[in-house]
């Protein structure tokens, strides 16, 4: 399987601002973990950076791949996957970690850790596996990245080893400078790139030992979160199979992942035994939180191993056991429906995602998930009768499925059939009033008939989620176009101004609240509002500034 680029990827990738390029470049190499996890009694990795400058880093980050459209933004698969990001953080080690997971529209196996507990994962990935339990193992162990600050240890290592590694290469250079013989400067040139390899080689170590880590406590993280501790053995099955498919090219045909979290027997085998002995120890239960339901594992016996920290219920006797059918798994359905619109989003067109599924209906009749996901390529390419009858067809089989309802909703608005699509939306409004998904896709509905009855009822059904959502770009522009529709300039100038940040054009921000200041007819709210936003907004600009980057738009002018 050979990797291949869309142009949804640029190819300049590699001239990326340099905040992007080192954030990046910790994700992937790490620093020294201990091989039995102690607690953390004196490192210095939490003085590199506090937790306000992490998150602020991973911030800035998640807007700079923004900027690039690296990210893939959808509300449906955006909820699915922080649905299965959330579940794994709360069984962590660290259940009070912030965490932000999103997707990337790229079609390579990869996914990544970076500071402030942002954790991306590619659409290639997902569409590779063949669980969510699979996709939920590599979530895991980049969440265990995250809890055991392996990247703030990157970054604390690469500081500690920077000077060592130039000190040994100027003194090298001197040594050589003070003789005129070729042998001198072979000698320097020699230090030189026997020092370069040993910080290459001390940084191959150190990941392998992060790696074993982020596997040991990522299938435990798993396990405590209900999904199926085998299934990262078979992922990792998995990604071995398209590694030795790609064995004997060049380097570029290798996946990303596979290069910063190479795959071997051994690793493989490990996963196998640690599922083994996790299901032989310990039994899957669902209890009720105040925050909801929560399944776990728990000892089968008094003399299993002590759980960790965090890990069962102590409410529980360690010698229970409940039959498997009693037991509440995972919901494959919203996984398929998931997986299926990534392949159609992350196509470089909609006619190529319905040239992929006839392709598939060649080799084989299509899944129900398949079918959605032709649906909504059908339904991208303005084929409306065909998506229409095939989401009226699924739905009648999955009753009530959000994804499904959403589909015949937004067919029937395009459609023209106003009455059919609103009876539908708000039914689900109705249903679900702080749902994402159902609350954008409705609004995109209502921003398209373009009249202000449209635009105040699409803020009305906004506005419940300004707390929640308003760190989503996709909230403040739908914020911001009804906003414009209801007459309600400043409103729309603030979502607006709010979307560029998000999106990765503070400077542009700045601008944009600075001429809305001048409004003589402001309230003394909104101008306190804008005041404060103005004065949040500089620091970013000016660190963005600091590390050499500015808003190429503006560069222009």
Known sequence: MRRTQTPHRPARFALLPPITALVLATAAVCAPAQDTRLPDIGSSAGNVLSPGKQSEYGQMLLAQLRHYNY????????????????????????????????????????????????????????????????????????????????????????????????????????????????????????????????AIQRQIDYTRS??????????????????????????????????????????????????????????????????ERMDRDTVQVTTSTPEGTRTERVPVSPGAEAPARGFGNPMLPVDLRLPANALSGIDGTAFGWARERLRVLSANTPAQAVREYEAMRRNGRLTDAQRYGLAVARQRLNELDAAGKTFGELLAEYPG??????????????????????????????????????????AAALAERNTPEAGLRAQAILRPLLNSSGGDPAFQ????????????????GEAWAEAAVLGGRPEQALIQLNTLKKREDLDYYARTRIDARIASITPTVLELRRQGIRDEDLRRR
Do not use: C, K
Request: glycine residues 8%; proline residues 4%.
């Open 477 to 492: 522009r739908a914020l911001a176009r009804a906003s414009e529709t209801a007459g309600d300039p400043v409103r729309a």
């Open 210 to 275: 992060n790696e074993s880590e982020a596997d040991r406590l990522g299938i435990r993280t798993l396990s405590r979160a209900g999904y199926d501790p085998e299934s990262m053995a078979s992922m990792f099955e998995r990604m071995q199979a398209v590694s030795r498919t790609n064995q004997g090219g060049d380097r570029e045909r290798v996946p990303d992942y596979l290069r910063t979290h190479p795959v071997t027997t051994t690793r493989i085998s490990e996963a196998r035994d640690r599922a």
């Open 71 to 198: 990210v893939l933004e959808d509300p449906l698969v955006d909820g699915w996957l922080r649905g299965t990001g959330n579940r794994l953080a709360s069984s962590s080690d660290q259940p009070q970690q912030p965490f932000t997971f999103f997707m990337m529209r790229d079609r390579s196996i990869n996914a990544f850790a970076t500071l402030g507990g942002y954790i991306g994962m590619n659409a290639g990935l997902v569409l590779a596996a063949e669980t969510e339990d699979e996709v939920a193992a590599v979530l895991a162990h980049e969440v265990a990245h995250v809890t055991q600050s392996h990247v703030l240890r990157g970054v604390e290592r690469a500081q500690r080893d920077q000077m060592p590694m130039l000190l040994a290469m100027l003194g090298a250079i001197a040594v050589a400078s003070q003789s005129g013989s070729n042998s001198s400067d072979d000698a320097a040139m020699a230090v030189i790139a026997g020092a370069q390899g040993l």
């Open 401 to 442: 499925d959000v994804w499904l309802t959403l589909g015949v909703a937004e067919t029937d608005a395009r459609a023209g059939r106003i009455a059919a699509a609103d009876q539908r939306f708000e039914t689900l409004i109705d249903r679900m009033p702080r749902h994402p998904a159902v609350v954008l896709t409705y």
